[in-house]
């Protein structure tokens, strides 16, 4: 079972970037389809983007799709997720996570073994 840290978090300015780390440990990295999710104060995770361990394919929120970009490096058991022009509402803690079904899900209950969660805010 894989552990993960994420880092990168922090305060940007609207249209600003940030390039959120999530590093494994504990399990084989590869064989793993990895998540990225979001949690606002007050609401339900949403999945933000996955990309799976087979090859490489990725998934998208429409609301993210040509601002956000993920990729991995399997060689140093990390995920990144590179976000641009950052708006409001895009403020929440972000999580990575495992998928526990075949390929790659924007869906919460597909995954399990979450990180702590990295901080966005975005303000001016």
């Known amino acids: 079972q894989l552990q993960f840290v994420e880092s990168g978090g922090g305060l940007v300015q609207p249209g600003g970037s940030l390039r959120l780390s999530c590093a494994a440990s504990?399990?084989?990295?590869?064989?793993?389809?990895i998540g990225w999710f979001r949690q606002a104060p007050g609401k339900e995770h949403e999945g933000v983007s996955c990309?799976?361990?087979?090859?490489?394919?990725?998934d998208y929120a429409d609301s993210v799709k040509g601002r956000f970009t993920i990729s991995r490096d399997n060689a140093k058991n990390t995920v990144y997720l590179q976000m641009n022009s950052l708006k409001h509402g895009n403020e929440a803690v972000y999580y990575c996570?495992?998928?526990?079904?075949?390929?790659?899900?924007?869906?919460?209950?597909?995954?399990?073994?979450w990180g702590q969660g990295a901080q966005v805010a975005v303000s001016s």
């Open positions: 990309i799976s361990s087979s090859d490489g394919s990725t």
């Open positions: 504990g399990a084989t990295f590869d064989l793993y389809s």
């Open positions: 996570a495992t998928s526990t079904i075949v390929g790659c899900s924007l869906v919460a209950r597909d995954f399990g073994s």
